[in-house]
């Protein structure tokens, strides 16, 4: 298992002030900072781009930045990503029509890649490119939108992908993206998360600091 991470998503951020909140987050205790790149082809919603990964790392940021690309094509705007100082680069299987190519070009460029399951997406994606990959992202709600429901199937296929990367002998992250809150973060540590996404749960808390420490506490808990 891997040491723990909480990653805001800073999809549910003031974007009018976004370096102000990322440095909030960071400052609070977040360990990473995640980055929701949305096309409105791939998932029906348009956010983020390089240019702004890039204004990120010009304003200060030095903690890793994970880009999750909802993207499609995806291998055309890695490169760009991977300029503007991303850390990890993950992408849908769904999007790439070659996804062994694409794990390959996310690492060339020296960033860490990952792979993203959808909610009814199957894990026997994994079987062939789990050797190649850092980071195993399985989506708990639809892509598209932050403040939506936890969907509880994820839960069992986190039990699932966790004996997967044991089995490999592999440092990989198992990262989990969704509905995650401080009153079901405890289940989802128990079932093999060890990066944690949170978007709403952090950005809409009044107290940063005291929501990081609470989501930590109860990992924390899970793994004595
Ligand atoms: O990738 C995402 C949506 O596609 C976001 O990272 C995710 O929804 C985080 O938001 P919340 O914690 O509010 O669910
Ligand atoms: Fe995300």
Redesign the pocket.
Known sequence: MQSTVIAP?I??ANFAKLGEEVDAVLAAGADWV?F?V?DNHY?P?LTIGPLVCEALRKHGVTAPIDV?L?VEPVDRIVPDFAKAGASMITFHPEASRHVHRTVQLIRSLGCQAGI?LNPATPVDVLDYVLADIDMVLL????????????IPSALDKLRRVRSMIDASGRAVRLEI?????ADNIAEIAAAGADTF????????APDYAGIIATMKAAVAGTRR
């Open positions: 998503s999809l549910s995640h929701d949305m998932v919603n999750h909802m993203v989506m708990s709600v639809n892509p598209g939108f932050g403040g939506q429901a936890f993206d969704g509905g995650v809150k996404v949170a978007g709403s749960a952090i950005f809409n």
